[in-house]
């Protein structure tokens, strides 16, 4: 009975303002945006009682920026954003995957294209995991389904970006950003690497440290490209993170990640009420994506059916991961729009009988 | 098994948001699983306001749903766009000062509750939703009305404690409503 006081009804922006906190976030750098102004909200009014920096910039521009410059004095730090916000920040991201910076980015994404709706999307997907800047570079992408995993994917981004040097992304969606929901904040050691990299100030006994994106030299510049992509090479093999759903009997796998994830465990549970053997594998990071685990379903299952809140972008992958070897199909309403557990259940049965 | 699928609606300021939040976190407190779904955005200035509640002994699968177990209505706009929404056996408790008109269903049990009067008479219009939500609980005890005074002893900020018994007192009444409404 002890923890009871660690247990919280929040908001998914709320959990995560409070998680980033008590994972000893030295700095926060952002401009407020709905779905996630509660992030700022939150962190300004916890500021004055507790020791970290949360600090309004004048755009999205300027807060990336200011995150490269506190990672690379080794601070722990994070911004957050949504979807139009997050692309005013995507040449910042992509000096900070160069300088090889740990940091944690969040996108709470709501509907567009353009400045969109304020409701929630998965149609920042593509722009996550694809590359959202220029160049050469991966994030690692945490994509959380409830408000729970909205507080512990913060502290388990913080740990990642710092084992990689790598800046980590968590794409939520507006409804999991602004429903509230049971969360246990559970007692836990805050480890904190040390950072020799850092430009901390050139002591006497070791050489100047310098962080940059501009590396002028081709050679040069491939030497770092080949070190990008040996790293990205290490963390497609040890951080793929997915969850199984009723897949050890199933026919038929739904794939879907975040708020799409929670409405298609109903439609798992509708259909299995009607005797239809449906799963669901949901992807957990969308970088590294876990194809693997795709690719060995797809030998005993008949058909995949791939749940958006977009036009049809994961399905890409899904497909790349499948190989050929199954129909794969994608249903996805758009503009804010949440489709009902029933209505993706028809479209899914639907989809079936083509099979 | 409790797995009770409540659409909470109407104007923006009547309470509805908080009426969710406050039923939600009792349901935590009792040890229950709850999620708690605003619609946000344009409409919440000044038009409709609403909220999915769900509260549940097991897993909360989808934190949206199209159709409820119960309906707390507060406005005729409500009454309108959920009233058809509401599972065969379930209920709507409805504001009875401001819906003039409500669900003609027979397959559902509808109990009208004069809220707003009730809390004229208690010199506090705001604590009409929770005589709506003190009615609610008498006609379903999903949980108790102490487990509703400790969430809002948690909920309310210290300098508002103050308000804690008027809170009790409109939950009460709305009980006494809803037998009356039987």
Redesign the interface.
């Given at each position: 009975m002890e923890q009871k006081d660690d247990i919280r009804l929040m908001k998914g922006n709320e959990a995560m303002a409070e998680a980033a906190i008590q994972a000893g976030m030295d700095a926060y750098f952002g401009y407020p945006i709905t779905p996630q102004s509660e992030v700022l909200e939150y962190l300004t009014r916890e500021m004055p009682n507790r020791n970290f920096l949360a600090l309004q910039a004048e755009s999205e521009v300027a807060s990336i920026n200011m995150v490269y410059g506190a990672a690379g004095a080794g601070a722990r730090v994070m911004t957050s954003s949504s979807s139009p916000g997050w692309s005013l920040m995507q040449e910042g991201v992509s000096y900070i995957a160069s300088a090889q910076l740990p940091c944690l980015l969040v996108n709470v994404n709501r509907g567009g294209p353009g400045l969109g709706t304020i409701q929630p999307s998965q149609g920042d997907y593509f722009q996550a995991t694809k590359g959202g800047g220029h160049g050469d570079y991966r994030l690692l992408v945490l994509a959380p389904n409830s408000v729970q995993e909205m507080a512990d994917f913060v502290f388990l981004g913080f740990e990642l970006a710092d084992k990689y040097r790598t800046p980590v992304l968590m794409l939520s969606d507006g409804a999991i950003g602004q429903m509230m929901e049971r969360v246990i904040f559970h007692k836990r050691e805050i480890k904190k690497i040390d950072k020799p990299w850092a430009t901390t100030g050139k002591p006497k006994d070791r050489e100047r440290n310098i962080i940059t994106s501009l590396f002028i030299q081709p050679e040069k510049m491939e030497k770092v490209n080949l070190e990008l992509m040996k790293k990205y090479e290490e963390i497609e093999k040890n951080e793929v993170r997915y969850e199984e759903i009723m897949t050890e009997d199933a026919e038929y796998i739904i794939v879907a990640y975040g708020l799409s994830a929670r409405i298609s465990h109903k439609v798992v549970i509708l259909a299995r009420e009607k005797g239809i053997k449906l799963g669901l594998l949901r992807p957990i990071t969308l970088w590294p994506y876990p194809s693997e685990v795709l690719n060995k379903l797809a030998d005993r299952v008949k058909g995949m059916f791939v749940v958006e809140l977009n036009a049809g972008q994961m399905i890409e992958d899904v497909r790349l991961a499948v190989n050929g070897k199954i129909k794969v199909a994608h249903y996805g309403r758009m503009g804010g729009i949440i489709p009902s557990p029933e209505e993706v259940e028809e479209h899914f049965e639907k989809f079936i009988k083509t099979l | 098994m409790l797995n009770e699928e409540i659409i909470i609606a109407g104007f923006g300021g009547q309470g509805v948001l908080s009426m969710g939040?406050t039923l939600?976190?009792a349901a935590?407190v009792e040890g229950k699983?709850?999620?708690?779904?605003?619609s946000?955005?344009p409409e919440m200035r000044g038009g409709t306001a609403n909220c999915i509640t769900i509260v549940s002994d097991s897993t909360?699968?989808?934190?949206?749903?199209?159709?409820f177990d119960t309906g707390i209505l507060l406005n005729q706009p409500s009454m309108e766009k959920f009233g058809d929404r509401i599972k065969k056996g379930g209920i709507i408790v409805y504001e009875s000062t401001n819906i003039l008109h409500p669900s003609e269903r027979k397959d559902i049990g509808i109990y009208a509750i004069p809220a707003a009067d009730a809390a004229n008479k208690l010199n506090n219009v705001k604590v009409a939703n929770m005589i709506l939500l003190g009615a609610y609980l008498e006609k379903k005890p999903i949980i108790s009305i102490e487990g509703v005074m400790e969430a809002l002893k948690k909920v309310l900020p210290e300098r508002y404690h103050n308000l804690l018994p008027i809170n009790r007192k409109a939950l009460e009444v709305g009980a006494e409503l809803m037998k009356k409404a039987n």
């Open positions: - | 939040q939600g976190y935590m699983n709850v999620s708690w779904m605003p946000y955005g909360i699968s989808s934190p949206t749903v199209s159709r």
